[in-house]
């Protein structure tokens, strides 16, 4: 057990508004990854976290933000929901040999 | 751009029977993961391999690498339904963001 917990686990929204998804973990890895999960495309990043304040963007992190102000939490915020943002949302950490341990998922339905 | 390609995408057997699930790409990778992942659920580490060439085995499974170390497979003896499941290749390339690059899955149906 990674320790990594998400929140909420469910949620629906409307268009327009804003999202803030939570990932929390206690193992105070350095890394922390946000992926959204979608039929037919597996895993995408949409952004990563290399230490606190430390950000950078992923393959599909146009419509995102995110903020690391401490180790254990990184937050991924919707500014302004759209449709094509409906999906189930994974937090990940990375252990010292690069494999990855999940969170147990957000799914997101924007209406 | 898919950097990985799985397949097949839908694999439904019997039973007992024997698969290979295939990850290929044109990218070099520093290691490949594989992961299964359960309804519901977020994906789960089964193996990593490193080597070019490395065979790895976790019980009826069967993990290889290959020589080039752009592609690998997943071989299941003896499939039983709690093998069901949605399985994850990963690539992890150079660099020090440690990021990794996700196929698109396999989902795998072993019927009683």
């Known amino acids: 057990d990674a320790g990594i917990t998400q929140s909420p686990r469910h949620k629906v929204t409307e268009t327009g508004t804003p999202v803030t998804l939570r990932c929390h973990q206690t193992e105070n890895h350095r890394y922390m990854y946000w992926y959204r999960q979608d039929p037919g495309h597996g895993l995408r990043l949409i952004h990563y976290?290399?230490?606190?304040?430390?950000?950078d963007k992923g393959e599909v992190s146009d419509g995102y933000s995110v903020s690391r102000s401490k180790t254990e939490d990184f937050l991924l915020t919707l500014e302004s929901a759209t449709s094509s943002q409906t999906s189930v949302y994974f937090c990940?950490?990375?252990?010292?040999?690069?494999?990855?341990?999940f969170g147990p998922g957000t799914r997101l339905t924007v209406t | 751009t898919q950097l990985l390609k799985q397949s097949p995408q839908f694999l439904s057997i019997q039973e007992g029977e024997n698969l290979t699930v295939y990850c290929n790409s044109s990218s070099v990778f520093s290691s490949l993961q594989w992961y299964r992942q359960e309804p519901g659920e977020g994906p789960v580490l089964l193996v990593t391999?490193?080597?070019?060439?490395e065979v790895k085995k976790l019980k009826r499974l069967t993990f290889q690498f290959g020589d080039a170390r752009k592609d690998s497979s997943l071989h299941i003896t003896a499939a039983q339904p709690g093998d069901t499941g949605l399985y994850l290749c990963a690539g992890l390339m150079g660099g020090s963001a440690r990021q990794l690059t996700f196929g698109s899955g396999t989902q795998l149906t072993v019927l009683p």
């Open positions: 976290s290399y230490g606190v304040k430390d950000t």
């Open positions: 391999v490193v080597t070019g060439g």
């Open positions: 990940a950490i990375s252990g010292v040999a690069g494999e990855q341990y």
